[in-house]
């Protein structure tokens, strides 16, 4: 006597509705509203549109905007895979409290990280007297937006790392020390040709985040117009002017790296995924 299979098969109309309803909400909620921030960026024509973007104070926020990212990504790009690594191939005290610290960033408004930080750095913060003498200026300039964006972005390297690292065990790297490989030799040789799809994928994911960054980075940035306006901070500013032309040409920007971003996503996805079925086999 065959066992009764406990899975249900939904009937052709159920799979159609539900389809339907996922294509209804992307589109109400992700296509259209992409639709309508470059139909706004062109509303004037392709000369309106290009100027707003060849703006001194758009170029500045582009300009600031790519620095942070550039900053931000790689400083946690070396967290994440040291992070992921000493917790993934070792065992030690406070791991757990470790892995908790990680994900602070998920569970703290982006506008408290952005106001603890000028607690600490601001001119009345504790460190800020202190810094104010000797000329140091972090809160209201570049030093402050990377730190926030740091602090904000740091959990997306490690949280891809963690369970790919811990999945693939210590067996590997046990081997290659036990035929006299040294640590760095280990690491560069058996350890991140394992991890580079899952490495690049976190990456991927930090630098979208830090390049669209707004509550953290508009607490500590000032709002100083050519000066320290991210993209977002940009396009808040030119919307509150009623410069809705600039406004959506800037956000059609941000828009279009996020496209982009998404393409790349899929492609890591495909690899990474055939990446760790073969690993698996």
Known sequence: MSASNPTTIESPWARRALIGVGFLFLALFLFLPLVMVFAGALAKGWKVFLDALVDPDALAAIRLT?????ISVPINAVFGVAASWAIAKFDFRGKSLLISLIDLPFSVSPVVS????VLLFGAQGWLGPWLTAHGVRIIFAVPGIVLATVF??????????IPLMAEQGRDDEEAARSLGASGWQTFWHVTLPNIRW???????L????AMGEFGAVSVVSGHI???TNTMPLH???LYNEYDFVGAFAVASLLASLALVTLGVKTVLEWRF????????H
């Open 225 to 227: 117009r050519g000066l």
């Open 273 to 280: 995924g055939i990446h760790r079925a073969g690993a698996a």
């Open 114 to 117: 952005g106001l603890i930080f």
């Open 235 to 237: 396009v808040e500013i």
């Open 206 to 209: 930090c630098n979208a985040r």
């Open 66 to 70: 790519l620095l942070v990212a550039a």
């Open 198 to 204: 899952g490495l690049l994928y976190g990456v991927l």
């Open 152 to 161: 904000v972005t740091f959990p997306f390297v490690a949280r891809e790392l």
